[in-house]
């Protein structure tokens, strides 16, 4: 399968993204030829400062460098440098489509040997988490913060004042769209105008319906792999839910990035709402009241019947992963192993993850979850991804940028009636191999 270079893509632009400055972070005031370390500002940073902060004070002659970046200027900045063989040691990503754009261009270090020496490391972490990092069976990327599912968010008082309960099955959903419109309350809330919203029903539809090996079909460029019966069913549903109300009114024009869709959940407007497990923060934000006095529910999303998928199965964002660099110096190279297998989800970096509402992609941390704060939520997100069998990557991280940006367009005019299930595979069929 034909895809692109990490040349041609970025060495126009590497001498404007080198230029780009960083914030200020722990671990600078290291010796000259250290492993860099580049991650995101905001977020974990915090943590990840503070973890390298120890792990530079206990490991003198292993120590990292790190700078942190605003999302779009990393991701800008980090692509080029690496296109110009001058990226930092530690390499963040979300996996999927750029991690084997990575891969495929030699430019980061292939960890299964270092995982079969140190095989405590692989069993630190989720089963269902630990393959997004992986490209052809083997492991570039381990994963290093929390893992994010997509669920349904419902608010409990709207439900009860209906006398309806949370669907189990796609039936079942569909049932309580007629109950909630009839009341004058939209069911479902959807921020469309930011478009990945709409990818998390086409992602789970698909996978209830035909199961993972559809989208792997995708993936591998597979020809036609759009027009599979499980895709056109599932844009099939998609659109019978648009048909039905099942959205608010005007959801094309609402913005998920500015919290729009989370506002009409917790106001009532809005009975439900799919959303990933990054949402629940700003729940507690937005809405604190609404949080504390247990209005907020979740749920998996239903299974539909006769479908083939496993109704465990879960969609989203498993982590975030650090790769190798394989331009590292060696002293490098053996810096960022031995941070990969010691510093890592060390207890104080667990315990921080968990304290900011966070799940942790490791074994062994129910307790700790259970006495959080917001224990009933940690417990659920961290069963959905140790019970899933399959934890699929959100498609348009996993998919090459202009596959992923057509998806995104095309799905677009699926919400909104404007082309049929069959013209959106036969647009995306034309993407597979590019």
Not at 298 to 315: C, H, K, L, R, S
Not at 415 to 425: C, D, M, N, V
Request: with cysteine.
């Amino acid at each position: 399968m034909k895809r692109r270079t990490l040349t041609s893509v970025m060495a126009t632009a590497a001498i404007l993204a080198l230029t780009l400055t960083g914030c200020g972070s722990a671990g600078n005031s290291v010796p000259e030829g250290s492993a860099t370390m580049w991650t995101l500002a905001g977020g974990t940073e915090p943590i990840i400062n503070d973890s390298v902060a120890r792990w530079n004070k206990a490991h003198e002659s292993e120590s990292i460098k790190l700078d942190s970046f605003a999302n779009d200027a990393y991701k800008t900045k980090v692509r080029t440098a690496i296109g110009a063989g001058e990226g930092p040691t530690f390499i963040y990503s979300w996996g999927g489509g750029v991690l084997r754009d990575y891969v495929e261009a030699g430019q980061v270090e292939d960890l299964s040997s270092f995982l079969a020496e140190n095989p405590e490391v692989a069993d630190r972490y989720l089963k269902s988490v630990l393959p997004t990092g992986q490209v052809d069976g083997k492991t570039y990327a381990l994963p290093n913060n929390a893992n994010t599912p997509v669920m349904i968010y419902f608010n409990k008082k709207v439900f009860e004042e209906a006398g309806v309960t949370p669907p189990k099955t796609w039936d079942d959903l569909m049932s309580l769209v007629k109950v909630f419109k009839d009341k004058g309350i939209a069911p479902f809330s959807l921020g469309g105008q930011s478009k990945w919203p709409n990818l998390m029903w086409l992602q789970y539809l698909t996978d209830r319906i035909g199961g993972p090996e559809v989208f792997q079909a995708i993936i591998d460029g597979k020809p036609d792999a759009w027009s599979n019966p499980a895709v056109l069913a599932a844009l099939t549903k998609i659109q019978e839910l648009v048909d039905a109300g099942g959205f608010v009114t005007g959801f094309s024009s609402i913005a998920a990035d500015s919290g729009a869709d989370r506002a009409l959940l917790h106001t009532g407007k809005a009975a439900m709402l799919m959303q990933g497990a990054w949402a629940y923060p700003t729940f507690k934000t937005d809405a604190p009241q609404f949080v504390k006095d247990g209005d907020l529910g979740y749920i998996p999303f239903p299974a539909v019947t006769g479908g083939v998928g496993d109704p465990q199965n879960i969609v989203g964002n498993p982590s975030n992963f650090w790769s190798v660099s394989s331009k590292a110096t060696p002293e490098q190279k053996k810096a960022a192993l031995a941070y990969l297998k010691d510093g890592m989800f060390d207890a104080e970096y667990t315990k921080q993850l968990i304290d900011t509402g966070s799940v942790p992609v490791v074994t062994g941390v129910e307790d700790q979850l259970k006495k959080s704060e917001d224990a009933d939520f940690l417990t659920f997100t961290y069963n959905l991804a140790s019970n899933a069998p399959h934890f699929q990557l959100s498609w348009d991280q996993a998919l090459p940028s202009t596959q992923g940006d057509a998806m995104l367009t095309n799905l677009d005019q699926i919400f909104l009636k404007k082309i049929t299930p069959e013209e959106f595979a036969t647009n995306m069929n034309k993407t597979l191999g590019k």
